[in-house]
């Protein structure tokens, strides 16, 4: 399938996100660890989550959650 929201992303865009969202598991800063603790919440108790690999876009979560450029593929960050 793909994430939704990397259709407007260029493939440069997309590696940049991921290298991001990588890079904020293991340096982490207050702000953005915030978000992504609200973010991971979310996807805790999402049907679509399988061991932390979300099954609509095929990202793992905790990575794509501190990737503040990401979304949720059915906007479940965004309610």
Known sequence: MGCA??????????IKSIVTG????IWKSPEIESEAIRRVGICADCNHNRNTICKVCNCWIPAKARSMVENCPINKWNE
């Not at 929201?5 to 997309?14: F, L, V």
């Not at 990588?22 to 598991?25: H, Q």
């Open 5 to 14: 929201g990397c259709r407007n992303m260029t493939s440069g865009e997309k």
């Open 22 to 25: 990588w890079k904020n598991v």
